[in-house]
Structure formats: structure tokens, C-alpha cells
């Protein structure tokens, strides 16, 4: 069986689990610049501490460690740490040579920690990992300029080879799904998607395809503008194993959302909301146990496939997760009415 009919033969017996965030608990280990830095990078010119994807070289084991504690936690999806790990956004630490380096192995350590994680429960389910690819510190959709509306700082094809650049690394690391996640804007979204297809096209191969939009308020749109209708029709070409939704709200905030990606959607549907809002110091604050009510009551209502964590979230949230939805059913794809 290939990787996308193991895992749509998962989804349709479970609501299955993916992991939390990645940030939340790279903060616990108080990491320093020379953290950061490692050996190899001790003389690199610019300050390189919150390059969370370098850890992935620098300090692997802290990069595995984690990932284990979200197996152990019960995800059956974990995602690499490689959230920015693409030129256009290491540009920022002048680290754009790195960028595919940090993909191959960011997969390789998420690889070793399922290999391990099987090794020690030879009779769990399939486990996969998730190549995360994230969104950019540049827009297609916005000018970052307020006086001239009509610029862009970088271009369709600029993006596209960024994120080409970034799949290549992820899939030769070992990843099983490409998970393209906290969408803003649509129009890189679509161009992380050809990039994809152009990928899968060169190197005549196919992974199954993620997909995650971010609602960023109580408009219901995305930042770039977009309706979750219109963002759902904008990204679906892509044929993908599930679209859903992720980060800047909790469960609570993001449920009128859910429902109705959940009535419109032809494929699988995910949500990995925040732990609740950012207080005043912008920690959150929610629950393990708030935070899988709220995920269960979307269960009970037949609106999820896939489930998770985003910002604030932790191994003891995903845990809770996993718990509430386990004797529930996952959400039935719609029969679709035939165009005549």
C-alpha cells in the first residue's frame, strides 16, 4: 500500500492524531546563542538565536526528544521543524544556504524518532511525518509598502523555487506528507502547491498533500482577505488528503469555522487550534484538559478528521486530545452530488 491509501484507510477507522506545537517547547529548554550556534556555527556572522529550524542541525537530540514526547503523547502525525526553513525567510539570519540542509535533516530526526518510537511499541498503529511548510516573512497578496499598494517584495516564481527548494529537502529526508500549514495568504499557498506538483512531476513520485488555512479573526477571513469558502475553493485543486484549519485562535474561537469547512469540504477535515488566546504576556494560558473538551465537542458533532495542537500547546495537551476523541467516530466524507 502507498503512504496516501495507509493513511486514508487510518482516517477512515479514527479521528487521528497530530502533534503540537514545535516553538512551545523549544522555549522550556531556555536555549542560548551558542545553543543556537552549535560547533559548526560558532563564527557565523549574524545573531542566529530563534532560528528554531537550525536546531534540527545544531541540537538535534532536543529536535528528537520532542518529537518522542508527542508520539508518546499519542500523535500519529508529527510535523518536521521546519516551519521557516525555506531561503526566503533564512534570508533573515543569512542563512539561505542552509535552508535545504536543514529540510533533509529536520525530516531525517523526525524519521529516527518514529523509527525508535515503533521500535519501543512494535504494536502501535502507522506513525508519519509530516513535512512542515510554513508560510513566508514575504507576501504575494500584500504590499508591504502602504504608499504603493500595488508593490510586492518578491515575486510568484521566487516563492515557488523557495518552496521547490524546500520539498526537495523534505522528501530525500524521508518525509510521508507534505503539510502545507498556517496559510495567510493564499497566493503563496498556491504557489508552495505548484511548487509541490512541479516536485512530484520532476521526480515522477507522489506524496499525499496537507493542507492548513489560518482564520486570523472575528471576520472569518484569512489576512490576505479570503472567506474560508473561497480559500477552500482556491486550494482544493491540489486534490488533497485534508484541508483545515490552524493557529491565531483557540478551539473556542475557531468552532463556527470548523463547522462549516466541515459542510463543504470533499476531503478529510483538520483543526489544530492555539491553547486558547495569548494573555497580556502572550503565554496562553488554556488547559490540557479545556483544550480536548473543546476538540471533543467538535468530534461529537461529526466536523474532524484530523486533530492537533498549535501555539501553546504541548505533549500533555495532545495527550488530553487523544483521550477525549479515541471512542469517537471521525467525520464521513460527504457523498458528492455528480454534475450532469
Request: aromatic residues 8%; hydrophobic residues 40%; negative net charge.
Amino acid at each position: 500500500m502507498t503512504t496516501k491509501e495507509i493513511l486514508s484507510d487510518l482516517l477512515q477507522k479514527q479521528i487521528v492524531i497530530i502533534d503540537g506545537a514545535m516553538g512551545t517547547m523549544i522555549q522550556r529548554y531556555k536555549l542560548q546563542e551558542a545553543d543556537y550556534r552549535g560547533e559548526r556555527f560558532k563564527d557565523w556572522p549574524s545573531d542566529l538565536k530563534g532560528n528554531n529550524d537550525l536546531l534540527s542541525i545544531t541540537q538535534p537530540q532536543i529536535i528528537k526528544a520532542i518529537h518522542r514526547e508527542y508520539l508518546d503523547a499519542g500523535a500519529d502525525i508529527i510535523e518536521t521543524n521546519t516551519f521557516s526553513a525555506q531561503v526566503i525567510s533564512m534570508a533573515d539570519y543569512d542563512m539561505q544556504s542552509i535552508s535545504y540542509e536543514m529540510n533533509v535533516e529536520s525530516a531525517k530526526v523526525a524519521k529516527q524518532a518514529v523509527a525508535e518510537y515503533m521500535s519501543d511499541n512494535p504494536d502501535a498503529g502507522p506513525k508519519f511525518v509530516a513535512g512542515a511548510i510554513g508560510p513566508m516573512n514575504k507576501t504575494l497578496s500584500l504590499s508591504p509598502d502602504v504608499n504603493n499598494p500595488g508593490f510586492r517584495a518578491v515575486t510568484f516564481d521566487e516563492v515557488a523555487d523557495a518552496y521547490f527548494d524546500q520539498i526537495k529537502g523534505l522528501v530525500e529526508g524521508g518525509a510521508d506528507i507534505l503539510l502545507v500549514e498556517t496559510i495567510f495568504d493564499t497566493l503563496n499557498a498556491k504557489a508552495a502547491l505548484y511548487a509541490i506538483q512541479r516536485y512530484f512531476d520532476a521526480f515522477d513520485t507522489e506524496l499525499p498533500i496537507m493542507i492548513s488555512g489560518t482564520i486570523t479573526d472575528a471576520s472569518g477571513r484569512t489576512l490576505s482577505g479570503q472567506t474560508l469558502e473561497a480559500f477552500y475553493i482556491s486550494v482544493s485543486h491540489a486534490n488533497p488528503v485534508s484541508i483545515g484549519l490552524n493557529c491565531a485562535l483557540g478551539g473556542a474561537q475557531m468552532r463556527p469555522y470548523v463547522e462549516e469547512l466541515a459542510q463543504i469540504a470533499s476531503c478529510y477535515v483538520s483543526c489544530y487550534p492555539n491553547a486558547g488566546l495569548p494573555n497580556a504576556m502572550g503565554e496562553y494560558d488554556e488547559t490540557p484538559d479545556d483544550t480536548a473538551a473543546i476538540i471533543a465537542g467538535f468530534a461529537k458533532n461529526g466536523w474532524i478528521n484530523i486533530v492537533g495542537g498549535c501555539c501553546g500547546t504541548t505533549p500533555d495537551h495532545i495527550a488530553a486530545i487523544a483521550k477525549a476523541v479515541k471512542e469517537l467516530k471521525p467525520r464521513s466524507l460527504p457523498a458528492l452530488e455528480m454534475a450532469i
